[in-house]
């Protein structure tokens, strides 16, 4: 069985830091700032990495500071029960997250949640772009973190959300990202919190409809226990939360009739994810409210599985 601490890197390692003359915080307000920047990492990591979950632990406070140290680790209590063998260097890609969440939040800075103005590659540096907005003010990115800015909303109101939260705050005269090496990744200083705690235009109410159904492509769904009538959902975990899903797919029944699919124990449903969701007003996020439904479905196997016992698998 796969160890936790075989995960264990200091690559993986980063810091959220309250500055100011500051020795003790309000509890509520850290505790809602980490939930809001630990949904920023997560879906961050959903974006660049499908395969598995993530966890984000807190390290060990460092006396007379509020310097709080992250460390992400799989989530190996969802890889051991679907038999998903991770290996570290696939897992290796979380170093970027800290850096990744920083260019996003310099987006948003400087955006303040609008479409950019311009988009320019830079010369000789094919992953890069320049944005520039409106009063043509510009940074440099990466161009997987302009596309998750783009395709995020929600994850731009849950950063507005941590800001919103401390701005208020007299002792904390700005909020910091630091890698390992206590290097600063971004840095947002009052009035930039202030800024940053706006909605931006994709999170104002009047602009977002009540409901909304999310589309997911190459979504990938572990089988909890499937159901071979057609008009039974099947039950399934996606994003580390078990879901019933109304699989929509006339030729991936045929071929179960046709018996030319055999599931085994730990298979993955592949295919487009149609997500019902609802607008939280209080949250300033969209909720998924339970109706999913999958099309163009693909059956994945994966590695070192055992046949599944069709009599006992099957939902009546």
């Known amino acids: 069985m796969q160890n936790e601490h075989d995960f264990i890197s200091e690559e993986n390692e980063f810091n959220l830091v309250f500055n100011g003359d500051v020795d003790q915080i309000d509890a509520s307000i850290v505790a809602s700032a980490l939930i809001d920047f630990t949904n920023a990492i997560k879906s961050y990591h959903r974006f660049k990495i499908e395969e598995y979950d993530i966890v984000v632990r807190v390290k060990t406070f460092r006396p007379g500071s509020f310097d709080i140290p992250f460390i992400l680790l799989p989530n190996l209590l969802q890889a051991g029960i679907f038999n998903t063998v991770l290996n570290k260097e696939s897992f290796g890609a979380l170093k970027e997250y800290a850096g990744g969440i920083s260019e996003v939040l310099k987006l948003k800075k400087l955006l303040g949640g609008e ?43 849950t950063l507005g959300n941590l800001f919103a939260r401390v701005q208020n705050q007299p002792d904390i005269d700005s909020l910091e990202i630091r890698d390992k090496e206590k290097k600063s990744l971004f ?121 599944l016992d069709f009599d006992q698998e099957i939902d009546n």
């Open 115 to 157: 479409k950019p103005a311009s988009v320019t590659p830079v010369k000789n540096q094919t992953k890069t772009v320049e944005v520039a907005n409106n009063n043509g003010n510009i940074t440099q990115v990466n161009i997987e973190n302009l596309n998750f800015y783009n395709s995020s909303p929600e994850t731009l109101s």
């Open 187 to 307: 840095k947002a200083d009052k009035d930039d919190i202030k800024e940053l705690a706006k909605p931006t235009s994709s999170s104002k109410q009047q602009d977002i409809p009540k409901e909304n159904l999310k589309r997911v492509e190459n979504a990938k769904l572990n089988i909890f226990k499937f159901v071979l009538a057609e008009n039974f959902k099947w039950e399934c975990v996606y994003e580390g939360n078990r879901i019933h899903v109304k699989i929509s797919d006339d030729g991936f029944f045929q071929r179960i009739r046709r018996k030319e699919i055999t599931f085994l124990h730990g298979d993955l449903l592949k295919g487009n994810l149609h997500i019902s969701q609802v607008w939280n007003e209080v949250a300033g996020v969209y909720e998924n409210r339970g109706g999913y439904e999958l099309t163009d479905v693909e059956l994945i196997h994966q590695a070192e599985q055992q046949s």
